[in-house]
């Protein structure tokens, strides 16, 4: 049972009823039996309302969100009921447009509330976000439904480029082609990459008897480029010098299909371990030997499922899979534990990329850095998007879920969760910059 007393709040999972909630008024004293909407302070009736609730693994700041979020949408108009999420395949969109209605997100500016049903596709690393922000926001706004659908960053881009979807993730920003091909799919306006999530890349391993292991970059590329071959190799030894080290082989996992993860991993290797890292950095893989697996939750699942296995994956599959992460050397030599806000600190130097104008909010991302409490492997999703060219419908979709996720929906993206919120600073320049679109 969900109970709201002079803000005090009791919660319990499941399927909440009898729900009876204290008024929304800033009248000292007021004690009403329902939700009172825009201030009004005239009591209602109590009503019996029914709520299905499911819970993600949040920790208690979070939890203080969604409960806030909950609140607000019990608070929106009577007919106000939550559309069920879906993480269908993908799709054109159809009826998307903004409703005349306001609904408020949790701690943020009031926002309209967009109609119809929106497919949308691409980084499976913010698969666990994006379904976070679909049930908050599904949650406040009545009559909308949004399918993501985690195919990958490359196929996300290819399925933008195609005009199949009003917008799609990516873990790498538009590359020089990709971004030619995107402006176009954009009639009256560029395609623009907007930051939306930040989330380190972990060296996830599975070896029976080792905890707390450190690697070095040059040690991680040596490892992934086959030129290490065993657990207790005198680098990884050299690297972990009171660890008791099997002589187990060791089982690479790297992604098969194309992917911002590892273009943002190979791009680390290719900064940090020069001497050692001879391949290009890509969304596909290049390097020979190891074992593919698709998407994030496949390296998870592979990793989880051998002895002696290895591999990158974001830090929220991690969590979800309950494996090990290495701490990771940056350039300043210093071995970093990994968590969000230590790859916070790694997005916080970012600067603009080459060719980022106007509401293209590309990054290029410090690789080196020698911040000594800053994880070196970090990436960030960017939803990628035309600043004009969608339809009316489209567009209004866009603007109003993505003004969500720019805003109020940074609150979901917590530690429990594997994810960071955007720097402030950075956060503003996103939400102009969705506001712009058009």
Request: include cysteine; aromatic fraction near 6%; charged fraction near 15%.
């Amino acid at each position: 049972m969900f109970t709201c007393l002079s803000g005090d709040v009791q919660v319990a999972a499941g399927r909440w009823t009898q729900v009876v909630h204290p008024a929304f008024t800033r009248s000292p004293g007021s004690r009403h039996l329902r939700c009172l909407c825009c201030g009004s302070t005239k009591p209602q009736a109590p009503e019996r309302e029914t709520l299905d609730v499911t819970f993600l693994r949040y920790g208690r700041a979070s939890a203080v969100a969604v409960v806030g979020m909950l609140a607000l949408a019990a608070c929106g108009s009577d007919n106000n009921s939550s559309s069920s999420s879906s993480a269908g395949t993908g799709g054109s969109s159809s009826g998307a447009a903004a409703s005349g209605g306001a609904s408020s997100a949790a701690g943020g500016a009031a926002a309209a509330c967009a109609k119809g049903t929106v497919n949308a596709e691409g980084s499976s690393a913010q698969a666990n976000a994006m379904s976070a922000w679909i049930k908050a926001y599904q949650g406040q706004c009545s009559g909308v439904t949004i399918n993501y659908n985690p195919t990958g960053s490359g196929a996300g881009v290819t399925a933008f480029n195609a005009g199949r979807e009003p917008f799609v993730g990516s873990d790498s920003a538009l590359k020089p082609e990709e971004k030619t091909a995107a402006d176009k799919r954009c009639s009256g306006g560029p395609a623009i990459d907007l930051p939306m999530v930040v989330g380190p890349i972990a060296v996830a391993y599975n070896v029976k008897g080792v905890d707390g292991l450190q690697l070095s970059a040059a040690t991680v590329a040596k490892i992934f480029s086959g030129k290490i071959t065993k657990w207790d190799d005198a680098a990884i030894k050299a690297d972990n010098p009171s660890a008791q080290l099997p002589s187990t082989p060791i089982q690479p996992i790297h992604r098969s299909d194309s992917s911002g993860t590892t273009d943002n991993f190979t791009k680390w290797l290719t900064a940090a371990a020069k001497s050692d890292w001879t391949f290009d950095h890509d969304k596909v893989w290049k390097a020979p030997g190891g074992q593919g697996a698709a998407k994030s939750s496949g390296v998870a699942s592979a990793i989880a499922a051998g002895d002696g296995t290895i591999g990158y994956v974001e830090y929220s599959f991690v969590q979800s899979a309950s494996l090990k992460a290495a701490k990771i050397a940056n350039d300043g030599k210093n071995f970093v534990e990994l968590s969000a806000a230590n790859a916070s600190k790694a997005v916080e130097g970012a600067k603009p990329a080459d060719g980022a104008t106007g509401n293209d909010l590309a990054l290029s991302l410090d690789y080196a850095t020698t911040d000594p409490s800053a994880y070196p492997i970090v990436l960030v999703t960017y939803e990628i998007t035309c600043e004009k060219g969608l339809k009316a419908d489209e567009a209004s979709f866009v603007k109003s879920f993505l003004g969500y996720t720019s805003g109020a929906g940074q609150q979901l993206l917590t530690p429990d969760l594997g994810y960071a919120p955007l720097p402030a600073s950075l956060q503003t320049k996103v939400a102009a910059a969705v506001a712009a679109i058009s």
